[in-house]
């Protein structure tokens, strides 16, 4: 008998979410150290440093049915002086990018709740490689630039864009 090779079983349903929970911030840490630290390199065991001491998590629940599975999405958001905000760590667990918007969905949360705080400006260093995606979520880039080792784009987010719903994809 032959059996025809079936894609892997992954949760459908997901949540985006301020890390409220003690097992949320556990996940989000180790779900940052499995990307930055082990499958980027960027870092050496841990990832973590000052900002983590006054950042806001927010992160991706997937859920079975009503019971929530794991965090497979996270990102920090942070006021560094009044009104100016960054985002920093956006990370998807691998198997689940390009299939659900998460990526999509933590950064406009993560710029939504700093506008609803009184955000005026809202930056990130994003990896080169990812300054598309933002692109397309109408942000743009002010200067490129290298960090630890890679090229990255400071980029500012457009607060002027509605917030009242994801952005549409620019051609
Ligand atoms: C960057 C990252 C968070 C994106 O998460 P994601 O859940 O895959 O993103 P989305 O599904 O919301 O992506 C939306 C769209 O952008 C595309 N996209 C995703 N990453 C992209 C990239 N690096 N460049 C261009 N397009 C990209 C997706 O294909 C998708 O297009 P589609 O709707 O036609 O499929 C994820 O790839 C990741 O964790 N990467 C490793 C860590 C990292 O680079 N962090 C960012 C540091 S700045």
């Known amino acids: 008998m032959i059996f025809d090779p079936f894609p892997v079983f992954l949760p459908a349903e997901y949540r985006v979410k301020f890390a409220t929970q003690t097992w949320e911030r556990r996940e989000a840490a180790a779900l940052r150290r499995q990307v930055f630290c082990e499958e980027q390199g960027i870092f050496t065991g841990d990832d973590r440093d000052d900002v983590d001491a006054i950042a806001i998590p927010l992160v991706v629940i997937s859920s079975l049915g009503v019971a929530p599975h794991d965090v497979v999405g996270t990102v920090r958001i942070h006021e560094a002086e009044p009104g100016v ?6 990370a998807v667990a691998c198997e689940y990018r390009c299939i659900a918007a998460l990526g999509s969905s933590l950064i406009h949360l993560a710029v939504c709740s700093a ?19 933002f692109r397309r979520l109408h942000w743009h880039t002010i200067e490129e630039i290298e960090l630890r080792g890679r090229p990255h784009h400071f980029m500012q987010a457009d607060l002027a864009y509605g917030f009242l719903s994801l952005p549409k994809r620019a051609a």
């Not at 905000?85 to 956006?90: Q, T």
């Not at 705080?117 to 995606?133: M, P, T």
């Open 85 to 90: 905000w960054w985002g920093s760590r956006l």
């Open 115 to 133: 506008h609803a705080r009184g955000c005026r400006r809202f930056y990130a260093h994003v990896q080169s490689q990812n300054a598309l995606l």
